[in-house]
């Protein structure tokens, strides 16, 4: 269902042709934006609309899609008890503005999803690996991830047993 509220409007005015997509889901609007303005897009959306908490930042990976992956932020407003996601699609090569600095809570989720499904997030002020060991071969959320391969060779080379995979 396409949304033409308020919220939309503001945000179409402001970023233009930047706003891609909107629509509405359970109450929450959802708004797919352009990737190079996605940063600039979450600190109006903290700043103007008072979207002061980002609650999520995680990444959805669509494999046969030429940009395959959704960049995802779900955001709260405390001041006017609701809810926002943000998309911004992203190539596999693509580097994808990083929000950290504007809510912090962005540091480790970004880093998740770095670890998970390798997106690069530019301006990420540490950006390395958070949930898998440092030499970890390969970001297992992504679709075409063999992980019984990888978890095999990993504990072989690093526990020196075999796994019970």
Do not use: C
């Not at 509220?5 to 609007?29: M, S």
């Not at 995802?72 to 008890?81: H, P, R, W």
């Amino acid at each position: 269902m396409a949304l033409d509220n308020d919220l939309v409007k503001r945000y179409t005015e402001k970023f233009g042709p930047a706003i891609l997509e909107a629509w509405t889901d359970r109450k929450q609007a959802i708004l797919v934006v352009g990737r190079e303005l996605l940063a600039e897009i979450a600190l109006y959306s903290r700043d103007v609309e008072k979207f002061d908490w980002l609650s999520d930042l995680t990444a959805v990976d669509w494999p046969k899609r030429e940009k395959r992956f959704d960049v995802v932020l779900n955001m709260y407003s405390f001041a006017k008890n609701e809810r926002l996601r943000i998309k911004a699609h992203a190539a596999a090569d693509e580097r994808v503005p990083s929000v950290q600095g504007i809510w912090t809570t962005a540091n480790w989720m970004e880093r998740e999803v770095f670890d998970m499904f390798g997106i690069i997030f530019e301006g990420h002020p540490g950006l390395k690996r958070i949930l898998l060991p440092d030499e970890w071969q390969g970001h297992p959320l992504r679709k075409d991830y063999d992980i019984l391969t990888q978890d095999t060779a990993w504990v072989r080379e690093n526990l020196g047993i075999e796994s019970g995979q």
